[in-house]
C-alpha cells in the first residue's frame, strides 16, 4: 500500500509543501495557514494535512517541482555513526559494540532534497553515500522515557548521508568537516507520518548506486534503538519537533571496498526503504 506523503518543493520561483500523490502533488500550502511543514508538525497536524490532501486532485505535475528538503531550517539534524552490527566490525579494530551512541551534528545546507545533484566538491574526490533512516521529531522533550519515546516522533523520511571520507580524518576528535560540505547529502523525498510501533520496527534499508545494491539491512537489527536514541538524546539536548535523527548506515559503504568506490559526476544513487520509498540523486561536480 502506498503510504501518505508529505513534500516540501518548489515551483515557479515559490516554496510550497503538498501531499504526494503518483499522478502529481496537491498543494497544501495554499489551502493551509501553515508556513512550512515545520509549523504543521509543531501542532501535530501532519495526518490532517495528509487526509484533506487525499481528498484533492493533483495541483501540478511531478514532473514540474524541484523537490527540497522536507523540513525548513530544522534547529538540530543529530547524526548516528557506527550503529549497524556489522559496521562496527568493518572497523577491524576489535572493538565490541559500543556502549553509548556515536553521533555528530550536521548543517541544513549540507543537504539538498530527492533528484538534485550530490555535489562533489572540489577540495576532494573521496565523496561517499550512507544510505540512513531518519526519524522527525513532533513533540518537544527533555529526559524522555524509553517507554514513551516513540511518542515524541512526528514522520519518518530518508537520507544519503553523503561524506567526504578523507576530510573526517582531518582532524584527532571530530568528523564535523568531512559531513558538513554543501549539499553533500540529501534529505527526502517526503516525510512518511508515524502511525505506530509496527511502522517502524524493522524497515528494510537498502542504497544502490547505478543500480547495484551497496548496503542492504533491517532497522531491527540497529544496536541502539529509536527509543533508546530519543532518551539519550535528549538527556544533553531538548529536542523539539522538526528536529531531524539520521539513525545510522548499514554495511557498504564506498570507502569500505578494495580498491574504494567513491561516487563520481554521473552516478545515481537510490536509498529505499519499506514504506518510505526511495531518495534518488545523481552527482555533479562543484562548479569552479
Known amino acids: ?58 495541483d501540478h505535475a511531478l514532473a514540474d ?20 552490527p556489522d559496521r562496527n566490525a568493518e572497523y577491524k579494530d576489535g572493538s565490541d559494540a559500543p556502549k ?24 576532494s574526490q573521496q565523496l561517499d553515500y550512507e544510505g540512513e533512516l531518519v526519524i522527525v521529531i513532533g513533540k518537544a522533550g527533555r529526559h524522555i522515557p524509553e517507554d514513551t519515546a516513540l511518542d515524541h516522533i512526528a514522520a519518518i523520511t530518508l537520507c544519503n548521508e553523503g561524506t567526504l571520507r578523507d576530510w573526517v580524518r582531518h582532524a584527532k576528535f571530530n568528523v564535523t ?3 558538513n560540505f554543501d549539499s553533500s547529502g540529501s534529505l527526502g523525498p ?12 524493522d524497515i528494510r534499508l537498502a542504497t544502490r548506486v547505478n543500480g547495484e545494491t551497496r548496503q542492504d ?17 535528549s538527556t544533553f539536548t531538548t529536542l523539539v519537533p522538526g528536529d531531524i535523527i ?17 561516487l563520481k559526476p554521473g552516478d545515481v544513487i537510490e536509498v529505499e526503504a519499506e514504506g518510505i520509498g526511495i531518495l534518488r540523486n545523481g552527482v555533479v561536480d562543484e562548479a569552479p
Request: with cysteine; glycine share 8%.
Open 1 to 58: 500500500m502506498t503510504p501518505l506523503r508529505l513534500a516540501t518543493y518548489h515551483i515557479s520561483g515559490i516554496a510550497k509543501y503538498g501531499f504526494v500523490t503518483d499522478r502529481g502533488i496537491v498543494d497544501l500550502s495554499a489551502r493551509f495557514d501553515y508556513p512550512t511543514l515545520r509549523e504543521a508538525i509543531e501542532v501535530g497536524a501532519l495526518m490532517k494535512l495528509a487526509e484533506e490532501g487525499a481528498r484533492h486532485s493533483p
Open 65 to 84: 517541482i524541484n523537490w527540497l528538503t522536507p523540513i525548513p531550517a530544522p534547529e538540530k539534524i543529530i547524526c548516528i555513526g557506527v550503529n549497524y
Open 100 to 123: 553509548y551512541p556515536s553521533m555528530f551534528m550536521r548543517t541544513p545546507r549540507s543537504f539538498v532534497g530527492h533528484n538534485v545533484p550530490l555535489v562533489r566538491p572540489r577540495a
Open 177 to 179: 568537516q568531512g559531513k
Open 190 to 201: 517526503w516525510l512518511v507520518p508515524y502511525t505506530d510501533q509496527a511502522q517502524i520496527a
Open 217 to 233: 539491512d533491517r532497522t531491527g537489527r540497529l544496536i541502539f534503538g529509536f527509543r533508546y536514541l530519543l532518551h539519550y538524546i
Open 246 to 262: 539520521v539513525t545510522g548506515t548499514p554495511t557498504g559503504a564506498g570507502a569500505r571496498f578494495d580498491p574504494p568506490r567513491y
